[in-house]
């Protein structure tokens, strides 16, 4: 076959140039021989055979393309051309792979973090073959719960799975024992999210670990073996309820414990139940939980015994756990979705009649992740997503844009080179490709440094992020290392990177190398490349600016989310709460009790203006259906669904929230009182422009959001008093429309304590772990102010997550523009400097010379921020979601960031424009 001659022939490359050497010479003498039977002299049918047959060179090299398949060798020759003329030009190159490696660094960096944080799959073996289970409601929302009763039924049930598992959460629970095993006490300041407050202060002396509910056949199925001891296996139930066991992660063995294997068989004590260490999970596992390395692994069916007063074992609507499964061999995801939806049209008969459960449901089945339901379901996650891939897009169209122009400005001085290689018979193609190659040489170079400097980068950040959760959170994990998929994509991206900016300067340059050859040499800067210059720097300036608006907006955002007035006492008050040991002696009545003689000791602490318990204003309310004057709820008196909480009558005081009408609850109606409070909001709502006190309102069942704890009944309410409106942490305002109901006495315990202080919040934070303790050694509680916990609401946090990712690319973006423009200018200065020499001849001064140089080079940045601020109000229009107290086009960030720009620029095309006023016309006119 002809393409197999043709491999064959790339590995005997002499033997086929002495055949085509022998082919060429057959040829001219069959030529010669013609021209000689025509009666031609022998030397002049030579001359003429050789004239009409051309450059005997040229079709050597094409005859070897056609036999050496694809051109490999000419193309290795343009590579090795083009790694000796990326070397003889060492600067350009330098410059080049610096700007290319920032925005090939900044894709890789956002895709690797994309895999690790939202692509990342089940820690088991085999994990292709696990996925996740959950069920799609009638309503169409997705249940990715299920309670430990229906998680025995499927896993009993389905057969199409070699194994179903169940995780039910973890937590925080108190550790001691370990009798006689030496403990590695960390006398570190704490980590990063305790020294900057975003997480509550503990304010106890007990020492917490997280711990993991799992099933007992979770780490089969899973296919993870122990590092030491034995784990859980699902023949344990029975042994386990008798010897309470418990396993412990690798991590946490050896930073608590040093690694002493002594600790195996020993007796831990969590919350206050004593369980025997079984075994060691491997270093790092994480198992379902993506990033976290809980402390602790407990089996599910000794949740009961952590917790005293939970019947999650046997209470069918306690949607507790999350199911995950093992695909059987040869059965595919559809297969098994049609199976478990028939199995949940069984099990629904046996739910409440008022639960969703009850009612049709289909199974939801995808490939297994730590995200609790399919990304597509995360409407916002996914648009934040897209949002930070395309400012890292558009930081690598800022870097090609910026190697562009410094590659058509670099081979304006190689039109002699250029226009000889067409002179001497190289094809338009074949320049195009060696310049080509060059480039695609250039991507792949600072795609390896992109690779490097992104994995540094992440690997530090991984360290970062791990050591700022508190020990007691577990140990977090991040694998940043790339694998195949992301050399693939530095590859890919870095190639077409190479492409993309070196397409332009290669198809100008050889359009221009033949006419630069022919014409006299004239020194100027041609038109047509002018022009292409132009557009890039435009192009670079453009994408620039909106990456750095859309910077300023969020910041703008962020600080104006700080500065807005909550309604209410933001700083000068504490949120404390408590956690009560689990066992049988904390009755609901002892832990009322403690609340109430907490909050006693805390009224004599000084500086404390008043205590009360209540959730702060910070969070989502529960929401129910209002009607009108005792009602039933209906289509003709159901008037909205609004957001109501339980407070105490001193609530409004302690947080300062001015009483604009009517009166507060009564000190003592234990919340028996059937009367509410409206915010100013939520009257105009329901009566708008009429006093609604001495009406009453009914808050029905139907639209409710809360916990099983607080169900509220169709009840009654008058209302007795209007508040002024506080604000949480929804950014459409719809936060401030509440209804306040009395909590009654014996929820106490419930609530987190809100402490007003006169003095310094930190100065109380400091003095809690003291009364605490004496109250009850064995209580444990999180302090902070209510400020601090609003930066950690949404808010707050997405915002300025928002505005720190912006700002880094877009000053990423600055910099490669300002890049841009000072190496554009700097070689547009040297290829005209024989022009400006001739300027300077016949009178021009050096403001004359410099207006002229700043004046062409400042223009098309003024065009690039005309098509940016386009731009940039297309980005705040998708981002209006997440900005607060803003315009879709704020006057402050367009403007100011705008002339930060035009001032940046300047001072990067003055500095090379300088150098044109210092050249000396003589010089420049002998030169030439």
């Not at 056949?217 to 023949?235: D, H, I, M, Q, S």
């Not at 002892?590 to 203006?609: N, Y």
Request: charged share 15%; proline share 5%.
């Amino acid at each position: 076959m002809p393409w197999i001659a043709r491999v064959r022939a790339l590995f005997r490359r002499e033997d086929l140039s002495k055949e085509l050497d022998q082919e060429l010479e057959f040829h001219l003498a069959m030529r010669e021989e013609r021209n000689i039977e025509q009666g031609m002299p022998v030397a002049e049918a030579q001359r003429a055979a050789r004239l009409r047959f051309g450059n005997p060179v040229l079709w050597r090299e094409r005859m070897s393309e056609i036999d050496l398949m694809l051109l490999p060798q000419t193309v290795l020759q343009d590579v090795r051309y083009g790694i000796r003329m990326l070397l003889r030009n060492a600067g350009f190159t330098i410059v080049a792979v610096v700007a290319l490696a920032l925005g090939i660094g900044v894709n890789t960096t956002i895709f690797t973090a994309y895999k690790a944080f939202f692509a990342l799959p089940l820690d088991a073996r085999d994990p292709g073959k696990m996925v996740n289970l959950a069920l799609i409601l009638q309503s169409g929302l997705t249940a990715p719960h299920f309670s430990y009763s229906d998680y025995q039924a499927y896993r009993d049930g389905l057969h199409l799975f070699s194994g179903v598992i169940a995780e039910g959460g973890g937590e925080q629970l108190t550790m001691s024992g370990a009798d006689g095993i030496a403990r590695q006490r960390n006398s570190g300041m704490g980590s990063l999210v305790e020294k900057l407050r975003l997480l509550p202060a503990s304010a106890s002396v007990a020492q917490f670990a997280s711990a993991l509910f799992v099933s007992e056949n979770y780490f089969p199925v899973l296919g993870v073996t122990a590092l030491r001891g034995r784990l859980f296996k699902a023949e344990d139930t029975q042994a386990l309820g008798a010897f309470p066991s418990v396993v412990i992660s690798e991590d946490y063995w050896q930073k608590e414990f040093g690694g002493d294997p002594a600790l195996l068989g020993k007796t831990i004590r969590l919350n206050g139940i004593a369980f025997i260490v079984i075994g060691v999970t491997p270093h790092n596992f994480v198992g379902t939980t993506g990033f976290s390395v809980p402390d602790f692994w407990l089996p599910l069916s000794l949740e009961p015994l952590v917790h005293a007063h939970d019947d999650l074992l046997h209470d069918r609507e306690n949607q507790c756990c999350r199911l995950f499964a093992r695909l059987g061999p040869g059965v595919s995801i559809p297969q098994a979705q049609s199976e478990m939806t028939l199995l949940a049209g069984h099990l629904r008969t046996l739910h409440d009649a008022q639960s969703e459960l009850s009612k049709p449901v289909t199974a939801l089945i995808w490939p297994g992740s730590p995200l609790p339901v399919p990304l597509k379901q995360f409407g916002g996650l996914r648009f934040a997503i897209l949002l930070i891939m395309a400012a890292g897009g558009m930081v690598l169209v800022i870097a090609c844009a910026n190697v562009a122009s410094l590659q058509l400005a670099r081979t304006a001085s190689r039109q002699n080179e250029l226009s000889m290689r067409l002179s001497l018979g190289a094809s338009r193609f074949r320049l195009v490709r060696q310049l080509l190659t060059e480039s695609a040489l250039l991507g792949l170079l600072a795609g390896v440094f992109a690779l490097l400097l992104s994995w540094a980068f992440l690997k530090a950040l991984a360290a970062l992020l791990a050591a700022t959760v508190p020990a007691e959170y577990g140990t977090l994990v991040y694998n940043m290392t790339p694998d195949l998929g992301v050399f693939a994509y530095v590859f890919a991206i870095s190639l077409v990177a190479g492409i993309l900016f070196g397409l332009a300067p290669a198809l100008e340059s050889s359009r221009s190398a033949l006419a630069y050859a022919l014409k006299a040499h004239t020194g100027a800067s041609p038109r047509r490349r002018r022009r292409l210059r132009d557009y890039l720097i435009a192009a670079q300036v453009s994408a620039a600016l909106t990456l750095m608006i859309a910077g300023s907006l969020l910041i703008r955002s962020s600080l104006h989310v700080l500065k807005e007035d909550p309604g209410y006492n933001l700083d000068h008050v504490v949120s404390l709460q408590i956690q009560f040991p689990q066992g049988t002696n904390y009755t609901p009545e002892r832990k009322l009790s403690l609340v109430q003689e907490l909050r006693d000791r805390l009224a004599a602490l000084p500086g404390v203006a008043a205590t009360t318990s209540a959730n702060p204003p910070l969070f989502p309310s529960r929401t129910a259906t209002v009607s009108f004057n005792g009602g039933g709820s209906s289509a003709g008196n159901a008037q909205t669904v609004i957001g109501f909480d339980y407070v105490q009558s001193n609530y409004f005081q302690t947080l300062s929230i001015p009483l604009l009408s009517g009166r507060s609850f009564e000190p003592h109606g234990g919340g028996h009182e059937a009367s509410v409070i409206l915010s100013k909001a939520a009257a105009e709502r329901l009566w708008p422009g009429k006093s609604p006190i001495g009406l009453s309102l009914r808050l029905g069942a139907e639209g409710q959001s809360h916990n099983k704890s607080e169900l509220l009944p169709n009840q009654t309410f008058d209302v007795i008093g209007i508040v002024r409106d506080v604000r949480s942490d929804a950014i459409n305002g719809n936060d401030a429309v509440l209804v306040y109901l009395p909590l009654t006495e014996k929820r106490l315990a419930d609530y987190p304590i809100l402490i007003r202080t006169h003095t310094d919040p930190e100065q109380l934070i400091s003095a809690l772990a003291p009364v605490i303790s004496s109250t009850d050694p064995d209580l444990v509680a999180h302090a902070s102010t209510v400020s601090e916990l609003f930066r950690t609401t949404p808010a707050f946090t997405i915002p300025s997550t928002a505005a720190a990712i912006a700002t880094v690319v877009g000053v990423l973006g600055l910099l490669l523009a300002s890049m841009g423009i000072y190496g554009t200018v700097s070689y547009v200065v040297v290829l005209r400097t024989r022009e400006v020499g001739v300027r300077m001849a016949l009178g021009a001064g050096k403001k004359d010379i410099l207006s002229l140089m700043l004046g062409e080079s400042i223009r098309p940045v003024f065009a690039g921020l005309l098509l940016g601020t386009c731009f940039a109000v297309g980005a705040s229009y998708l981002l209006r979601r997440i900005l607060y107290g803003l315009n879709a086009v704020d006057a402050i960030s367009f403007a100011g960031v705008s002339a930060l720009f035009i001032v940046i620029a300047l001072f990067a095309a003055y500095v090379p424009s300088r150098r044109a006023m210092r050249v000396d016309p003589v010089v420049a006119l002998r030169d030439e």
